[in-house]
């Protein structure tokens, strides 16, 4: 409908609204110029992308895709956030993660931006006894702090409820969370937990410290494990469930018990999906907390992690792109606290360096694009709102799954679950090996000269239940191959792309081939001739047209000059001499790795 203005002129009075059909006959004339003769419904599902979990996202939202009404900020079922005020007041909570008994990394962290701390305590983290030493000079009354303690919670949540006494911290003033998680310790390690210990700690913080929450319910260890955003989802609302009967059965109200948790959510450099994510699983959450009869205790407490999965080794640099966009898309879902993983996370302790830029990242986001301000500012979007939508309906497909095959302990110990995060990373792994999902700096524009970037050894961590994938593990097997070539020769193993008539006609393929081919550690050589290059292996680029005029022949003239396997940069065909073909969408880790095995690069 058009609204005049107060002068009654409409200078769109005289043209008629464009319809939904009318959009969709200019994209099948469109479509009908690439070769692909489709109309109608058919035209636009041809530009639709396929996500997890069975969702589309479609070339074009209107109105109709409408979705459920979300409701206000801090009113059920909370989709708009969990708070009326969101994160106005003063933006989110920039929690940062440290390992080691570091104290004054972690002053400088407080001092420079970071509201509260995420410490790994016991196995793998910081000792519990030396849990006083790190928190030395910490006004603990105004820094929340979040414990990581795996198996060893108990001790440390006592340890760390000592010194709020020691230091004069009132009970009611005490804000931050004990971190047990006896089913995601599970996930982890495989090792069970009992939960009595855990029921104490959430009494405790129940009757005496209003501020703490007892449990985290930490959905990582299944996105870790290469699960989806729907699988993450329904992973939490399942663990979720489970920690609430086990509260109310120690005899706290589901009130109380929905007042212990906290939720942990990956967000990552897919914007959209994260803020989809995090808007869901409030809804999804508000949900369960209504049938358990506490309709009022459903606003979810979220803390965004960016996604370890998406971080990279090589040209690690690139990853403070995706945790800048991951950080956006955690800000914008709503997350109450959010955790920059620095950028050389992957390569073992982070310096001083990428701690300063992890936590800048937050207060740009906050002080100077004024991302806060503005409570849910994706709602409203018909696509948002509509993928919210579906995304809440796949998790709680997978919830249901859970809860039908005896909930989430059931799930994970019987290795059921295990099976279906790993069918979800094999079908994503396929994606990632095709370069469908390409990774900026290893699988895409490679840098093969690039200065290695090392630091000092991280804590191992707890291991021994659910794997830990990551995007560039493929990727990453061939260019350790390559390094330890180099180590051992002196240079990298080599192809020689042979490029055929003029630059208009092979520099699209070179490019396309020398970028391949350096994801996987071969160097590409362009400069002189092939016997020149020290190569055994030669890609041929140029067009379709001098495909079809010249490919045999410069093959066969290679092949007498001693190559050992003819590549063409391009769709197969019939060339006589040419071996095997490289070009978008082929199974570009099965051709590396496969190369690498006949250049004897073990």
Same mark, same amino acid.
């Given at each position: 409908?058009?609204?005049?203005p107060?002068?009654?002129?409409?200078?769109?009075?005289?043209f008629p609204?464009?319809?939904?059909?009318?959009?969709?006959?200019?994209v099948?004339?469109?479509?009908?110029?690439?070769?692909?003769?489709?109309?109608?419904?058919?035209?636009?599902?041809?530009?639709?992308?396929?996500l997890?979990?069975?969702?589309?996202?479609?070339?074009?939202?209107t109105?109709?895709?409408?979705?459920?009404?979300?409701?206000?900020?801090?009113?059920?079922?909370?989709?708009?956030?969990?708070?009326?005020?969101?994160?106005?007041?003063?933006?989110?909570d920039?929690r940062?993660?440290?390992?080691?008994?570091?104290?004054?990394?972690?002053?400088?962290?407080?001092?420079n931006?970071?509201t509260?701390?995420?410490?790994?305590?016991?196995?793998?983290?910081?000792?519990?006894?030396?849990?006083?030493?790190?928190?030395?000079?910490?006004?603990?009354?105004l820094?929340?702090?979040?414990?990581?303690a795996?198996?060893?919670?108990?001790?440390?949540?006592?340890?760390?409820?000592?010194?709020?006494g020691?230091?004069?911290?009132?009970?009611?003033?005490?804000?931050?969370?004990?971190?047990?998680?006896?089913?995601?310790h599970?996930?982890?390690?495989?090792?069970?937990l009992?939960?009595?210990?855990?029921?104490?700690l959430?009494?405790?913080?129940?009757?005496?410290?209003?501020?703490?929450?007892?449990?985290?319910?930490?959905a990582?260890?299944?996105?870790?494990?290469?699960?989806?955003?729907a699988?993450?989802?329904?992973c939490?609302?399942a663990?979720?469930?489970?920690y609430l009967?086990?509260?109310?059965?120690?005899?706290?109200s589901?009130? /109380?018990?929905?007042a212990?948790?906290?939720f942990?959510?990956?967000?990552t450099a897919?914007?959209f999906?994260?803020?989809?994510k995090?808007?869901?699983?409030?809804?999804l959450?508000?949900?369960?907390?209504?049938?358990?009869?506490?309709?009022?205790?459903?606003?979810?407490?979220?803390?965004?992690?960016?996604?370890?999965?998406?971080?990279?080794?090589?040209?690690?640099?690139?990853?403070?792109?995706?945790?800048?966009?991951?950080?956006l898309?955690?800000?914008?879902?709503?997350?109450?606290?959010?955790?920059?993983?620095?950028?050389? /996370?992957?390569?073992?302790?982070p310096?001083?360096?990428?701690?300063?830029i992890?936590?800048?990242?937050?207060?740009?986001?906050?002080?100077?694009?004024?991302?806060?301000?503005?409570?849910?500012?994706?709602?409203?979007?018909?696509y948002?709102?509509?993928?919210?939508?579906?995304?809440a309906?796949a998790?709680?497909?997978?919830?249901?799954?859970?809860e039908?095959?005896?909930?989430?302990?059931?799930?994970?110990r019987?290795?059921?679950l295990?099976?279906?995060?790993?069918?979800?990373?094999?079908?994503?792994?396929?994606?990632?090996?095709?370069?469908?999902?390409?990774?900026?700096?290893?699988?895409?524009?490679?840098?093969?000269?690039?200065?290695?970037?090392?630091?000092e050894?991280?804590?191992?961590?707890p291991?021994?239940?659910?794997?830990?994938?990551?995007?560039?593990?493929a990727?990453?097997?061939?260019?350790?191959r390559?390094?330890a070539?180099?180590?051992?020769t002196?240079?990298?193993?080599?192809?020689?792309?042979a490029?055929?008539?003029?630059?208009?006609?092979?520099?699209?393929?070179?490019t396309?081939?020398a970028?391949?081919f350096?994801?996987?550690?071969?160097?590409p050589?362009?400069?002189?001739?092939?016997a020149?290059?020290?190569?055994t292996?030669?890609?041929?680029?140029?067009?379709?047209a001098?495909?079809?005029?010249?490919?045999?022949?410069?093959a066969?003239?290679?092949?007498?000059a001693?190559?050992?396997?003819?590549?063409?940069?391009?769709?197969?065909?019939?060339?006589?001499?040419v071996?095997?073909?490289?070009?978008?969408?082929?199974?570009?880790?099965a051709?590396?790795?496969?190369?690498?095995?006949?250049?004897?690069?073990?």
């Open positions: 409908m058009t609204v005049l107060d002068d009654g002129l409409s200078l769109a009075a005289e609204d464009a319809t939904h059909e009318q959009w969709q006959r200019l099948a004339g469109v479509l009908r110029k690439s070769g692909k003769d489709v109309s109608g419904d058919a035209a636009e599902d041809t530009l639709s992308t396929a997890e979990d069975g969702l589309l996202t479609r070339p074009l939202y109105a109709r895709d409408a979705a459920p009404d979300p409701g206000f900020p801090g009113f059920a079922p909370f989709v708009r956030g969990s708070r009326a005020e969101g994160n106005t007041t003063g933006g989110w920039v940062q993660r440290h390992t080691t008994a570091d104290n004054a990394a972690v002053l400088t962290d407080l001092e931006g970071v509260s701390l995420w410490l790994a305590v016991g196995d793998g983290g910081v000792p519990v006894e030396s849990l006083g030493d790190v928190l030395d000079g910490v006004l603990l009354d820094a929340p702090v979040a414990l990581d795996g198996g060893e919670v108990e001790p440390a949540a006592r340890e760390l409820l000592r010194l709020y020691e230091r004069g911290v009132a009970k009611d003033a005490a804000r931050g969370s004990l971190g047990a998680d006896p089913l995601g599970e996930a982890r390690t495989g090792e069970e009992g939960f009595s210990p855990v029921a104490g959430a009494r405790l913080c129940a009757e005496e410290y209003p501020g703490l929450r007892a449990l985290t319910v930490d990582l260890p299944y996105h870790e494990a290469g699960g989806s955003a699988q993450e989802l329904g939490s609302l663990t979720g469930v489970a009967r086990e509260l109310t059965e120690a005899g706290l589901v009130e /109380q018990a929905c212990q948790l906290e942990r959510y990956a967000a897919d914007q999906l994260t803020v989809a995090l808007r869901a699983a409030r809804r959450w508000a949900r369960v907390a209504e049938v358990c009869g506490a309709p009022g205790g459903g606003a979810q407490v979220q803390h965004a992690v960016s996604s370890p999965v998406m971080m990279s080794r090589r040209d690690p640099w690139v990853n403070m792109l995706r945790t800048t966009v991951a950080t898309a955690a800000g914008v879902g709503g997350a109450d606290s959010v955790t920059v993983l620095p950028f050389d /996370q992957s390569l073992g302790l310096d001083a360096f990428a701690r300063r992890a936590r800048n990242t937050s207060t740009i986001l906050v002080e100077e694009s004024h991302l806060a301000r503005v409570i849910d500012p994706a709602g409203g979007s018909w948002v709102e509509r993928l919210t939508d579906e995304l309906g998790g709680w497909e997978f919830f249901q799954w859970i039908g095959i005896g909930g989430q302990a059931a799930a994970l019987s290795g059921r295990g099976e279906e995060l790993a069918a979800t990373w094999e079908a994503r792994s396929a994606r990632l090996a095709k370069r469908r999902e390409p990774i900026t700096g290893v699988s895409e524009f490679p840098h093969l000269a690039e200065r290695p970037v090392e630091r050894a991280a804590p191992e961590r291991s021994g239940g659910l794997p830990r994938v990551r995007r560039d593990e990727y990453e097997e061939l260019r350790a390559s390094d070539h180099l180590a051992a002196g240079s990298r193993p080599r192809v020689f792309l490029p055929i008539g003029p630059a208009a006609a092979h520099t699209a393929r070179t396309f081939a970028n391949l350096q994801a996987g550690g071969i160097e050589v362009t400069d002189g001739t092939f020149d290059s020290g190569a292996e030669v890609c041929l680029c140029s067009s379709d001098l495909y079809e005029e010249q490919a045999a022949a410069v066969e003239e290679l092949r007498s001693g190559a050992s396997h003819v590549f063409l940069a391009g769709r197969p065909g019939q060339y006589p001499g071996d095997s073909y490289v070009f978008a969408g082929c199974d570009a880790v051709v590396l790795s496969a190369t690498l095995d006949r250049m004897g690069v073990s």
